[in-house]
């Protein structure tokens, strides 16, 4: 490192510092006027007097001050292609929206009715039509109740139902770590609450919950270990069993699949648990619901009330985007989640083998590998999907992701494999685009 700042140095062979330009004559750029309308001029201010300090230091030439400032500029969140075969990648913001959302993303961002009854004039239950939506998806809870995110359900139950040294009983088997060092045993106890673990990493029998509860008790939670398995010498207790102990039992299902669905049969879902004897279910928006992030809370309608009546709640609700994007969701066409995970293999591949070849027309050789994709997110772990890919030189990975529509891929073994799988078709164009510039004219 040191060594190619030196290089730099000695190349610029003149005292850069009496070369340094000055902050306003930089700022009258043609180009960084513009950049000041859309990122503000205080971030572009911001960003040259950062760029020209560098050039002060002799680190960068006083001719690529304008190019460094506009590299510099922190800019939006950027929309990317997933070409990860990730289907729901945090990285990545998880799920990807349907048009239908987004749409009623883009309605609702001006004033909108989302606490007013235009019939009477009067205010009206917040979200009631995505609330509806919600329980008429999973007619089996009582009533049903969003928050922010999954960790937010959890905080909310886990502050009404257990805090102030109330017991949550959870067995070891389920202290899980989501992702980030988002662990939820911390989680949980931040709010007041105490852990009452109970049983061992693999084993827990309906005799450990049994002899945990006491007037203490708030809770029994069943964490769903949504990103990994125990296999071997196992046993955890259903919630059909836990549902017969004298204390209301909470199942964090994480995934939000709100009805079974055979493509992930060791996926949890709403109606499945709830009919199995949980009070309240848990779960994420924007999981395989394929939802605005979210955090969806169903059960006995009583126990809602008690959620949605504590203080916390109007800290964890939610925005009037977010009960939009929730309502299309749920009543709208079937989400880019869904259609990723069930694109057939042979659409894929014709798709993939279309690809190879705009790239071959403009002298860029790819090959088509066979691949594995994944559901990600933290949800079903065991599933691979079987995929296709575009697969090139591996250098190719840090340049797709600096283009104009950053291209996010995979490398494996030396490789780097763009899967289409989470790509929207009308966007396959894009992506051959951004592989052909950064290959260079000819490959
Ligand atoms: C993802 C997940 C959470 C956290 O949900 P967020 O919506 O990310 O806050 C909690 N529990 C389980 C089991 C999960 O899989």
Redesign the pocket.
């Known amino acids: 490192m040191r060594r190619v700042q030196e290089a730099t140095m000695s190349e610029a062979q003149v005292d850069p510092r009496r070369r340094v330009p000055r902050t306003d004559a930089v700022l009258a750029d043609p180009r960084l006027a513009a950049a000041t309308g859309s990122e503000g001029r205080a971030a572009v201010k911001a960003a040259v007097v950062g760029t020209l300090q560098r050039v002060r230091e002799g680190k960068l030439d006083p001719a690529e001050v304008v190019d460094a400032v506009l590299a510099a500029l922190p800019g939006g969140l950027r929309p990317v292609l997933n070409a990860t075969g990730v289907v729901l990648h945090t990285n990545l913001g998880r799920a990807a929206l349907s048009p239908a959302a987004r749409d009623a993303v883009a309605a609702a961002a001006g004033h909108t009715d989302v606490e007013l009854d235009l019939a009477t004039g009067r205010r009206a239950k917040r979200g009631r039509t995505a609330l509806a939506a919600l329980h008429r998806a999973v007619p089996a809870a009582g009533d049903v109740h969003v928050v922010n995110?999954?960790?937010?359900?959890?905080v909310l139950t886990a502050t009404a139902l257990a805090a102030e040294g109330r017991e949550i009983i959870v067995s070891r088997g389920e202290m899980?770590e989501?992702g980030d060092g988002?662990r939820?045993p911390d989680l949980l106890e931040s709010t007041g609450a105490r852990l009452r673990e109970v049983g061992t990493t693999n084993r827990t029998s309906p005799a450990d919950y049994e002899r945990a509860i006491g007037p203490a008790t708030g809770f029994i939670l069943k964490?769903?270990?949504?990103?990994f398995v125990v296999r071997g010498f196992t046993s955890s207790v259903p919630i059909t069993e836990l549902a017969a102990l004298p204390v209301p039992v909470v199942a964090?299902?994480?995934?939000g699949l709100l009805a079974p669905d055979p493509l992930l049969p060791d996926e949890p879902d709403a109606a499945t648990t709830l009919a199995e004897g949980a009070d309240l279910v848990?779960a994420?928006?924007?999981?395989l619901l394929g939802g605005p992030?979210?955090?969806l809370l169903l059960g006995a309608a009583p126990l809602i009330e008690r959620l949605r009546r504590h203080p916390l709640a109007r800290a964890l609700r939610v925005d009037k985007l977010t009960l939009a994007a929730l309502q299309a969701t749920l009543t709208g066409p079937a989400t880019p989640t869904w259609e990723a995970l069930r694109v057939s293999p042979e659409a894929l591949l014709a798709r993939t083998r279309h690809a190879q070849a705009l790239l071959a027309e403009a002298g860029v050789e790819a090959d088509v590998v066979a691949s594995e994709a994944v559901v990600g997110?933290?949800?079903a772990p065991e599933l691979t999907l079987p995929s296709w890919s575009l697969s090139l030189p591996f250098p190719y990975a840090s340049p797709l992701r600096a283009g104009a529509t950053p291209v996010v891929g995979r490398v494996e073994r030396d490789r780097l494999l763009l899967d289409l799988r989470c790509v929207p078709p009308s966007a396959d164009h894009t992506l051959v685009d951004m592989v052909v510039a950064v290959a260079g004219p000819a490959g």
Do not use: E, M, R
């Not at 995110?149 to 959890?154: D, E, I, M, S």
């Not at 964490?223 to 990103?227: A, F, G, K």
């Open positions: 995110n999954g960790a937010a359900a959890l899980v989501i988002f939820l964490v769903h270990p949504s990103n964090d299902i994480g995934s848990i994420s928006g924007d999981k992030q979210a955090g997110g933290g949800g």
